[in-house]
């Protein structure tokens, strides 16, 4: 069976968007258009279907990486700031862009809260993108003669 670890992550997260954006999984709330994602940032994300990347991201990330909880995303997701006169330093994503998605993914059956450890993806969760993955991988194998060994 495919997983995650043996697709490219940038193409499956954009397929997985598509699909979240398309089924109504998420829905992006009104201040999405005007927020940064966090103090590192200087603008707002200029993609508008920024919401559903997220929310892919975030489903591929808990998928590897869980029980993982909203500091260690918060981490992840940041950046350094760019401040002129002083040395760059690390500063963390905004919470409410992170916490908003997972609460989203939460309520799809996607995502469960353990109460101490964190989130972790649920079976509905990991079939979804486990599927996605094996879907990529074959359109991959069609282009590529090289990968048609793992399929």
Not at 16 to 35: G, Q
Not at 87 to 114: D, W
């Amino acid at each position: 069976m495919t997983n995650v670890n043996e697709v490219p992550a940038d193409l499956l997260i954009e397929i997985l968007a598509s699909k979240l954006k398309d089924e109504n999984i998420v829905t992006p709330p009104e201040w999405s258009n005007f927020v940064k994602t966090g103090s590192h940032a200087e603008r707002p994300p200029q993609s508008d279907d920024w919401w559903y990347v997220r929310c892919a991201s975030l489903l591929r990330k808990v998928y590897l990486h869980g029980p993982i909880g909203l500091s260690d995303l918060q981490d992840f997701y940041g950046g350094k700031k760019n401040i002129k006169f002083a040395k760059r330093h690390q500063r963390k994503a905004g919470q409410s862009a992170i916490r908003k998605p997972l609460q989203q993914l939460e309520s799809a059956g996607y995502i469960e809260k353990k109460e101490t450890q964190g989130r972790i993806i649920s079976g509905k969760g990991m079939s979804l993108v486990d599927k996605t993955s094996a879907v990529l991988l074959k359109n991959l194998a069609e282009s590529n003669s090289e990968l048609k060994r793992y399929v």
